[in-house]
């Protein structure tokens, strides 16, 4: 078993339920200051988790009428999104633990923290970008990863290390062409719009910042996508 399949079998037996690989340099062109090399000089892998989130604490999300009103509901799905967040940073953690103390250096993007500019929605790093190119999904319309199991429905957590490990390749997949696009018709904010053909999504982040700041959360984007082969019904 070499290193990436250890690692693999260890970080789903603690319960994360995706994984995969993405090589360091392919993100060489991202904006400065927000590259695996620029918190790990010496990055060779970025290894990416996902936890999937509760179908049930999902739906109740209100997707439309009056959202202050629904605001309890609001509460308790953020509660659920940091309770997850939770469980996924601390496998991070053991993964990156496990990789220094063989002797590779680890850096820990974490879940419920990921040093994000709420202003712009712009974390340190960009789990869901990374986790694009390691094969775990595409960035959708609504500017989410959208997963092939489980839709947006996931929380992400990712580790930066100098440990070379064989890259997983990006998932060739447009899961919104031929969807009816929910996510955009009904965001509160008006915040999504259909990308053009170069780009994966468009999204006004201020109108979106500025709405979720009002409210406990929203997520209602992630709440109407139906993309997931294994949703429970």
Known sequence: MN??????KMALHLGADIFGVASADAFDDAPSGHRPKDVLPNAKSVIVLGMKMLDAQTDIIPSEGDYFAESPRQDMFRG???????ELDRIGYSVARFLEKKGFKAYHQMASTGGTDQRYLTGLLSLKHMAAQAGLGVLGYNSLLITQQY????????????AEMQPDSPLNKNFCENCPNPCISLCPAKALKKPRHEFDYEIDKFACSQFISTRPTCSICLKVCPIGSQRVK
């Open 3 to 8: 290193l990436k399949e250890e690692i693999e």
């Open 80 to 86: 659920h999104n940091t309770v997850v967040s939770q």
């Open 151 to 162: 839709g947006p429905r996931v929380r992400l957590v990712a580790i930066v290390t100098d």
